[in-house]
């Protein structure tokens, strides 16, 4: 299985949005953003929308988390999912750091803290990444104080 490295991998299920372009972007200084999500990878028109909303200076890749191709270093990867995490790292992505932003309310998940809400099967990816040495940090901005998620679960 062929390596990836890159520099920060986001889950968050927003994807792309404001925290990510006005806060991540101008931080990481990265040269591309790629989304690791089946159902984007699949649509189209909402590629087309997230296209609209990044600067033209940053490139951006779509890919399913099963399958993903060679992107460059300096990139931001954004998942939906600790199970999205967890599929890029088991097909070879290897990130600097996994940052966790929003996971918001939905049906059968708990609040842990705001804007993080997180289910059972959402506890057993986090745990898988946190029990392989990955060690995911929640901070939902750069100018947030980040907390270790094995401190969270």
């Not at 372009?21 to 990265?30: A, D, E, F, H």
């Not at 999205?84 to 996971?103: K, M």
Request: aromatic share 6%.
């Amino acid at each position: 299985m062929e390596q990836i490295k890159i520099k920060l991998l986001r889950i968050d299920d927003r994807l792309i949005h404001g925290q990510v372009i006005v806060g991540w972007l101008p931080v990481l200084l990265v040269k591309a953003l790629a989304v690791g999500n089946e159902k984007i990878f699949q649509d189209l028109m909402r590629q087309e929308m997230m296209k609209l909303s990044i600067p033209s200076s940053i490139e951006l890749i779509f890919f399913s988390p099963s399958s993903p191709q060679q992107i460059p270093y300096e990139t931001l990867l954004l998942v939906s999912s600790p199970r999205d995490a967890w599929q890029c790292l088991q097909s070879g992505i290897i990130p600097e750091q996994i940052n966790v932003g929003g996971l918001h309310a939905r049906p059968g998940k708990t609040e842990l803290l705001e804007a993080l809400h997180l289910d059972d099967e959402d506890r057993e990816f986090f745990t898988r990444l946190v029990d392989g040495g990955h060690m995911p940090f929640f901070q939902p901005t750069p100018q947030n104080n980040p907390v270790n998620m094995s401190d969270i679960l």
